[in-house]
């Protein structure tokens, strides 16, 4: 019995240093990441990075529901503090990146018009992340109104649930959409070019979108995730961070 209850030890404590380890991503990295693990695989190509994407709100409460991520990268600092605050999460929050905010339309615009683009008859349908869950959702709102556009627009919004679904109903389904900025490094979206079918929101407008990272709990004795988590704050992936149009923290 004990040589059974020693070999389930064993095979369990395996398994948690089996190469694999799970992370939550705010949807808004999704165009960097790849690059980031190639990177990462270089340095540790026996470790496995599965990557789960998604708004901040919905990862977060996932998380707090038992979720099994170990580390998380967050779009905000929000969401890591109060994961830190609850010690769900085991490492301070630190800033890994900071996001700038875009506007996007698939056909060619004015966009010498500024935000009063927004208010164009010709917008009918504007795509933002849901600011009650998505950092650069409430960014946009947030830009919106400090130009003094938002109660005249705001009846034209289309809600995506996430950065990336922001991208998608860009594209397909509304006339402008408030975007992160990295998305538009993506090779998919090299046909939209700036000026004519995007432009960057004045960071005036907007409180820093400051972008944080923490181990979580389930990762906490995990040195897998520890390398990756030091890898994210190393000059290496900061610069290929800033490739994708963030800025550095």
Not at 84 to 100: N, S
Not at 240 to 246: A, C, H, P, R, S
């Amino acid at each position: 019995m004990l040589k059974k209850i020693l070999f389930s030890i064993v095979i369990w404590n395996a398994s948690l240093y089996s190469g694999t380890i799970n992370i939550a991503v705010a949807a808004n990295v999704s165009y960097a990441i790849d690059d980031l693990k190639k990177a990462f695989n270089k340095v540790h190509p026996d470790t496995k990075v599965q990557v789960v994407f998604g708004s901040s709100g919905k990862l977060t409460a996932q998380i707090k529901h038992g979720a099994p991520y170990q580390l998380f990268m967050s779009a905000d600092m929000k969401y890591p503090e109060a994961l830190y605050k609850d010690k769900v999460a085991v490492t301070k929050p630190l800033v890994y990146a900071q996001g700038t905010l875009a506007y996007l339309s698939s056909k060619a615009k004015d966009f010498s018009k500024g935000m009063l683009l927004t208010k164009d008859e010709n917008i009918r349908k504007i795509a933002i992340a849901n600011p009650k869950t998505a950092p650069y959702g409430k960014a946009a709102v947030e830009a919106m109104k400090n130009a003094l556009v938002y109660e005249d627009v705001k009846k034209k919004f289309v809600f995506a649930e996430s950065a990336s679904q922001t991208v998608s109903y860009t594209v397909t389904a509304t006339d402008l959409g408030f975007i992160a900025k990295s998305s538009l490094y993506s090779s998919k979206m090299k046909q939209y070019k700036e000026g004519i079918h995007w432009a960057e929101v004045d960071p005036k407008l907007y409180t820093p979108i400051k972008q944080g990272i923490v181990i979580l709990k389930k990762g906490e004795e995990n040195p897998e995730v520890k390398a990756f988590y030091d890898f994210i704050l190393s000059q290496d992936a900061q610069k290929i961070l800033t490739e994708f149009g963030y800025l550095l923290p």
